[in-house]
């Protein structure tokens, strides 16, 4: 394994989900007949405002819930349809994901922090000199024997980042990813996830709030509630004001216009 090739690009496609949260006698309907398609090898953004069901999205594309209906293709597997063993199996192997609170376990090591989806899987790491390429790669090569509590939150996310690559994923979810983060350390994050694809042909999926943030990717998916009103391509913005501007006025605007695909 060499985290530096490419990887075989995958498709991400979502077709006519709807999720309905049940709390005692109430219901959410937090997602709404929601298709996507996400080009492999592409890395998308999703923005909407709170309680949109950007999250949501993320959760069901990524297998950590299940749809109410409709189904979720990942490399062409149905994952809806997997059982609860299959599912987490094929999230460990096939799926990277990164949240915004970096989630990473105190007490170990920048290191081993990294390796737990091997550990969790009941597997080792092959060749250590695979371990080393990817700090390498990611910038935190003379991190790896810090704990979190030693390291900055852009090296924490990094960590994070790197954890959700080890299986080597063609796949990566990333939700907030820079939403702890300051602005110049999350450039460097957003150019980070912007290599992953643009180097190694990863399929990334990104939920963001931040204009800022979303001019990073290729195109911006517009949610509200729990329906998708737009799709653009960011090169039809020419920074990230101009992005801001169409995304304020594709949220305030009544009518819902036919989704792009990417
Ligand atoms: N586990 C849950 N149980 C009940 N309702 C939920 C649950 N998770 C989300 N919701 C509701 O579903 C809707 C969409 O939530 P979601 O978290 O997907 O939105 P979001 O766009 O990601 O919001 P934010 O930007 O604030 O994180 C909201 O009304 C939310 O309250």
């Not at 990294?114 to 935190?140: H, K, R, T, V």
């Not at 939150?153 to 959700?164: D, P, Y």
Request: aromatic share 4%.
């Amino acid at each position: 394994m060499s985290f530096s090739e490419t990887v075989r690009p995958t498709t991400a496609t979502v077709q006519s989900i709807s999720k309905t949260y049940r709390q005692g006698s109430r219901s959410v309907d937090a997602l709404r007949d929601v298709s996507l398609n996400v080009e492999a090898g592409s890395f998308v953004a999703v923005m909407g405002a709170s309680g949109s069901g950007k999250s949501t999205l993320l959760h069901l594309m990524s297998g950590l819930t299940r749809p109410t209906t409709g189904s979720v293709l990942i490399e062409g597997q149905n994952i809806a349809e997997l059982s609860d063993y299959e599912l987490t199996c094929f999230r460990r192997r096939r799926i990277g994901l990164v949240f915004q609170a970096f989630n990473l376990v105190p007490s170990l090591s920048a290191r081993d922090n990294i390796l737990f989806p091997l550990y969790a899987a009941g597997e080792s790491l092959a060749n250590d000199s695979d371990l080393q390429e990817l700090a390498l790669q990611l910038g935190i090569e003379d991190r790896l024997h810090h704990r979190p509590d030693a390291l900055s939150g852009g090296e924490q996310q990094r960590v994070a980042i790197a954890r959700s690559l080890i299986t080597n994923p063609a796949i990566v979810f990333a939700d907030e990813p820079t939403g702890s983060l300051d602005s110049v350390t999350g450039d460097s994050i957003c150019k980070l996830l912007r290599n992953l694809c643009d180097q190694q042909q990863r399929t990334i999926v990104m939920v963001t709030h931040e204009p800022s943030v979303a001019i990073w990717a290729d195109s911006v998916v517009v949610l509200k509630d729990g329906q998708i009103v737009n799709q653009f391509l960011t090169k039809e913005c020419t920074n990230a004001q101009s992005l801001a501007a169409r995304y304020q006025q594709i949220v305030s605007s009544d009518a819902q216009e036919v989704p792009l695909s990417t």
